[in-house]
T-cell receptor
């Protein structure tokens, strides 16, 4: 079945450090891929997405590239801020289905 | 922000009692979902609806039922709550369409924290 594997957290960085959160997936065909972010005490918000191979999603300084050859969708940001502290979820949606499959989430803490 | 509200936002109940959580949307989206979020498990789909009175099971549906009598409301019921159902419950909505790049997104409510003692 479809599945998403994220690097386990928690991840703790200093402000302005480089961030990578790894995400790999297992799926048939060509799924859409997503990163969602959950700030403390809130619901999930879509951060970025990519719908086909080699697409790059980007938002708020975050980027992720859909790599079909490595079945990966790693999240990166060049310089993190304290306000980026949150839990990040990688997810996929299989073509023909509206259902999302989520990874377990990675908690990021950014210290000043 | 998508117009999604959940009620109640917090609830404490006792084992064996029935509990109903409500999700209300003002976006007229066709699909609605119920997830639970637990440490170490991420989000797991409980049930979803693809139209009024059209529902289907997700991966963790045992012990839960749902109903959707109108587009804007999706109810999740725990017939007899157990301590294993202590969790944070999220509702989400989406609107499928022909252009995947425009409609390929689920929008989430603020969540309901349920504690079963």
């Amino acid at each position: 079945g479809n599945s998403v594997t994220q690097m386990e957290g928690p991840v703790t960085l200093s402000e302005e450090a480089f961030l990578t959160i790894n995400c790999t997936y297992t799926a048939t065909g060509y799924p859409s891929l997503f990163w969602y972010v959950q700030y403390p005490g809130e619901g999930l918000q879509l951060l970025l997405k990519a719908t086909k191979a080699d697409d790059k999603g980007s938002n708020k300084g975050f980027e992720a590239t859909y790599r079909k050859e490595t079945t990966s969708f790693h999240l990166e940001k060049g310089s993190v801020q304290v306000s980026d502290s949150a839990v990040y979820f990688c997810a996929l949606r299989q073509g023909g289905s509206e259902k999302l499959v989520f990874g377990k989430g990675t908690k990021l803490t950014v210290n000043p | 922000d998508a117009g999604i509200t959940q009620s109640p936002r917090h609830k404490v109940t006792e084992t064996g009692t029935p509990v109903t959580l409500r999700c209300h949307q003002t976006e007229n989206h066709r699909y609605m979902y119920w997830y639970r979020q637990d440490p170490g498990h991420g989000l797991r789909l409980i049930h979803y609806s693809y139209g009024v009175k059209d529902t289907d099971k997700g991966e963790v549906s045992d012990g839960y039922s749902v109903s959707r009598s109108k587009t804007e409301d999706f109810l999740l019921t725990l017939e007899s709550a157990t301590s294993s159902q202590t969790s944070v419950y999220f509702c989400a909505i989406s609107e499928p369409g022909g252009d995947r790049t425009l409609t390929d997104t689920q929008y989430f409510g603020p969540g309901t924290r349920l504690t079963v003692l």
